[in-house]
C-alpha cells in the first residue's frame, strides 16, 4: 500500500545548476510528490536565481518535525547554497504553504548570504506565532492570500500583509499592538 505523500511543485525563475537541480528534486521526492523543478526566465533583474517552493501542506510544526524531519535541513542548506554560488548575482527564495483557500508566502527578496540564512532558517520556527496571526478571530473575514518579506536590519519576517478571499482589492495588515488583521484598503 502505497503512503500518502504531499504536493510540491518547485518554479525556478532563471537557473539552477544540473547539481542543484538534482538535489532538490531528489531531497523533496524523498517526503512529497513532486515533479521535476520548472524553469521560467527571470524579470529580476537584480537576481540570478529565484527559487519558488509551494507546499500544498498547512503551515505547521508537524510539517517540520514529522514530515519534513531532517530533509528541512537539507533543504535549508540547498537554498544556502545557491545564494553562495550566485555570489553577488544574487538569489533569492519563495517559500510557500497552501492549506485549503489560503496560501502562505515568505518572499525572502535579494538578501546578503548572512541574513539569508537567517531568513531560511526562521521559516521553521515561525509556525506558532502565525498560527496565532491566522486564528478566524484576529481578522474581518477570511484571508486568501498571505505574505511577508524579510528585513535584514530587524532580522525578521515582518509586513505580513493578507488578501481577502472574497475581494483582492481588499487588503489586510497585521498589527502587532492589536494582535489583530487591519484593512489597508477598501
Not at 517540520?64 to 555570489?87: A, M, P, T, Y
Not at 536590519?153 to 488583521?181: C, P, V
Amino acid at each position: 500500500m502505497e503512503v500518502y505523500k504531499p504536493t510540491v511543485e518547485v518554479l525556478v525563475e532563471g537557473e539552477l545548476s544540473p547539481f542543484e537541480h538534482e538535489a532538490l528534486y531528489q531531497l523533496l521526492k524523498k517526503t512529497f510528490s513532486v515533479e521535476h523543478p520548472s524553469y521560467v526566465e527571470l524579470s529580476d533583474e537584480n537576481l540570478a536565481t529565484r527559487v519558488n517552493i509551494v507546499f500544498h501542506h498547512p503551515y505547521t510544526s508537524e510539517l517540520f518535525n514529522s514530515v519534513l524531519q531532517e530533509n528541512w535541513r537539507d533543504l535549508k542548506e540547498i537554498l544556502r547554497q545557491v545564494r553562495h554560488r550566485r555570489g553577488r548575482a544574487g538569489a533569492a527564495f519563495n517559500l510557500a504553504f497552501v492549506n485549503g483557500n489560503c496560501r502562505l508566502v515568505f518572499s525572502s527578496g535579494r538578501l546578503e548570504q548572512n541574513a539569508m540564512s537567517s531568513a531560511i532558517e526562521q521559516v521553521g520556527y515561525l509556525t506558532g506565532i502565525v498560527q496565532q496571526m491566522m486564528r478566524p478571530d484576529t481578522m474581518k473575514e477570511t484571508l486568501g492570500l498571505i505574505e511577508c518579506s524579510f528585513d535584514p536590519k530587524t532580522d525578521r519576517w515582518h509586513e505580513f500583509r493578507g488578501f481577502s478571499l472574497s475581494n483582492e482589492k481588499k487588503i489586510y495588515a497585521f498589527d502587532d499592538s492589536t494582535l489583530q488583521w487591519t484593512p489597508l484598503s477598501e
